[in-house]
């Protein structure tokens, strides 16, 4: 039920991603504009983190979801109601704040149903169902934009799936008290947990570099391909069809064969290491395939560290703090996302549109010293 609900949330985050620049576009914004209009949203989605983390151990991870499945629905309907690019900014927000809920409850979830030796293999298996909404979701979106005059049918579209959400999380069934307590760490002096917490400071830090590099480039793609390839909706699904749904789905059983081989902290340094570069073969990149090509290397590299960066962290912490470490996760994840796009847009505005791909390598240069200090265990 994990995976259902975990498909349709991706099909839904990947074509917002690779539709919304456009529609605030056709609203009077400008990239810069856009940044801003991000930056509201990740400001809500941030705040949201950690006490999402906090509810999905009080309330149940079940409940939250159902929250989320709804908090999705009304925000993207509102969307087809806006005129101006400024009236988008409440309904951006709910829709990351619909987000920023999920995500704790959806991690915590795995983390109660895995243990310390099958960890990263079940984050990798269950991350395979993000790929799988981002490969059709994008091309249905952008199918959907040019079939349709207007923008209304791909948000309509989005509204009705997230309401679909709501059958498999009731479905939903608590983890074993087993499962749930498989560490053994629930009765943790303050001292205790707040030296777990200090344990992986460096991994919060990388999360947020490696976020600023992603959405530095991210949200402004869509405006990049349809000015520099004159490209259509439809060809702009399929890029990030293939460029994201089809890499991430590649890479994520990888992740787990080479995290066991070589380990978790090798891999994660040699995937963040390698992106640098990439990034300026885009800003080179004079060819729409040669450009998806570069994309996809990347977006398979940035994926291959999801389960890595997560096992690591449910490793670190006792039973009773996963909610608080994922929510203070996803909290330096999303600030680097609430910042990322608003420099992404105003280098776009004032040096030109192949400068964010420059900011994202040098992002991702800046998350190599915290690897290299991060203790794994």
């Avoid at 456009?22 to 941030?46: D, H, N, Y």
Wanted: hydrophobic share 55%; with cysteine; glycine share 8%.
């Amino acid at each position: 039920m994990v995976f259902v609900i975990n498909v349709i949330v991706a099909q839904n985050q990947s074509l917002n991603t690779s539709l919304f620049s456009l529609f605030a576009e056709s609203l009077g914004a400008k990239p810069s504009e856009i940044g801003v209009t991000l930056l509201m949203s990740g400001i809500a989605a941030t705040v949201l983190m950690v006490p999402s983390g906090i509810l999905a151990e009080k309330l149940g991870r079940k409940q939250v979801m159902l929250v989320s499945a709804a908090l999705g629905a009304v925000s993207v309907f509102s969307y087809t109601l806006a005129t101006s690019w400024q009236q988008l900014i409440p309904s951006a927000m709910l829709f990351a704040a619909s987000f920023a809920l999920f995500i704790p409850a959806r991690m915590t979830l795995v983390a109660d149903y895995s243990t310390p030796a099958n960890r990263v293999a079940v984050y990798s298996l269950t991350n395979m169902a993000w790929p799988v909404g981002s490969i059709y979701g994008p091309v249905v979106g952008g199918a959907l934009a040019d079939a349709f005059p207007g923008w209304k049918v791909p948000f309509y579209f989005m509204s009705l799936t997230s309401l679909l959400c709501v059958f498999p999380a009731l479905a939903l069934k608590r983890a074993p008290e087993s499962l749930r307590r498989s560490d053994g760490g629930h009765m943790m002096k303050l001292s205790q947990r707040f030296n777990f917490f200090r344990r992986v400071l460096f991994l919060f830090i990388v999360g947020l570099f490696v976020e600023l590099g992603i959405m530095a480039v991210d949200p402004l793609m869509p405006l990049y391909l349809e000015k520099k390839f004159d490209v259509t909706k439809t060809q702009i699904g399929i890029f990030y069809s293939v460029g994201f749904g089809l890499a991430t789905l590649l890479s994520q059983i990888p992740a787990g064969f080479l995290a066991d081989r070589y380990g978790r902290k090798k891999v994660f340094l040699g995937c963040v290491s390698a992106i640098p570069p990439l990034y300026i073969l885009c800003a080179w990149a004079d060819e729409y395939l040669s450009l998806m090509a570069f994309y996809m290397l990347i977006n398979a590299l940035w994926s291959m560290t999801w389960p890595l960066s997560m096992a690591i962290l449910i490793d670190a912490v006792p039973t009773p703090d996963r909610g608080v470490a994922v929510g203070m996760r996803q909290t330096f994840l999303r600030l680097g996302g609430t910042v990322g796009p608003l420099v992404g847009g105003f280098l776009w505005d004032s040096m030109g549109q192949a400068t964010p791909f420059y900011a994202s390598a040098v992002f991702f240069a800046l998350a190599i010293p915290g690897l290299l200090l991060l203790r794994e265990k």
